[in-house]
């Protein structure tokens, strides 16, 4: 018999189509992603565009998940995703996936889900109170499914992602247990740098978030990025240029951190040589915010332009950035529905496939009606 669990090395990850993805999103994973694409190690590597978890907080605003599909889309195709080397697919065109939560509801607790650090936080930023969605407090274990469905070996997210696969690794490893091998426990990958895992917003908030405003968007025009920088929030004790400044917690620098590049330095502002020289500066006093700000926004402008020229031509064929999807959502949907298959069949639940079952189904009745009939020959017999 073949290996049916061979050990091939499968990405995926995802985002919500609930707004265009921001440069949180680009450190976070969306850069690592066309990194590991580039290296070529996987065997395959799947992008979801997460729809059905969108609609979990959306569920009354269904336009403007089926707007961002296509601007997460454009996001993923601007930024170096190659469809030729990674299929990208949209999450409710993948029924296993809708049909596994369900399964995997039943091996998880309630408590198990109130644990979940991330969702405590989403939940309490959405002040749903009482009147959280079912389906929302559900979708750690759908997001499980999403990954457990195409035998994931490695998850490349932010840090707000972690709570998620250790619950999808501990679904994988209850299913294995109850019945049978089937799931691979797949692992996460978070950027090196401690800051990309959770790039803070513009606002200095702990995380910038499409859900937050607090965003810069990779389809921002230069204009607009050059705005939302002049406007970040900086060190509140920098009053003066001469006042020394902190750089720790400051997002400016935190945002330099992530991008900015001794090359960047040579380009726009010579005069360091790279970050430590400009944070020693900015310490002992006498730079100013601006100058530290206008760099930035040069530097965020240097590595978006490429993505929005890519964007530019890519939102001149339309239809063919859907066909990309649809094409996409069919291989996902033939990989899903491989280990649909094989989990129904370990659950059980495969009644016509299974010839043996209904072999034995049909041998035990047969056995039965010759009881049956033997006792009534039996007693007939006896009354005689
Ligand atoms: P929403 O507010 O709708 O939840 P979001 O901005 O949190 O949107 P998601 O679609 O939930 O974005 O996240 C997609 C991916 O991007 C995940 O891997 C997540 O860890 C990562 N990510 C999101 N925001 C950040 C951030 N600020 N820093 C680093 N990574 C991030
Ligand atoms: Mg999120």
Known sequence: MENENPIKQVMLTGDRPTGPLHIGHYVGSLRMRVELQNEGKFDEMFIMIADTQALTDNAENPQKVRDNVIQVALDYLAAGIDPNKV???????????????????????????????????????????????????????????DILMFGTTIVPAGEDQMPMVEQAQEIAHKFNSVYGNVFIEPKIMVPEKALCRRLPGIDGKAKMSKSLGNAIYLSDDEKTVTKQVMSMFTDPTHLQVSDPGHTEGNPVFMYLEAFATDEHFAKYLPEYKNLEELKAHYQRGGLGDVTVKRFLAKVLNDILEPMRQRRRELENDIPAVYRILEEGSKRAAEVASYYGFRAKRAMGINYFEDKKLIEKQQKAFKRKHEEADKLAAYLAQSKK
């Open 87 to 145: 299929t990208i697919f949209v999450q409710s065109r993948v029924p296993e996936l809708a049909e596994f939560s369900c399964y995997f509801a039943n091996l998880v607790t309630l408590a198990r889900l109130e644990r979940n650090p991330t969702l405590k936080t989403e939940m309490g930023m959405r002040g749903f109170g009482s009147s959280l969605p079912v389906g929302f407090l559900n979708y750690p274990i759908s997001q499980a499914a």
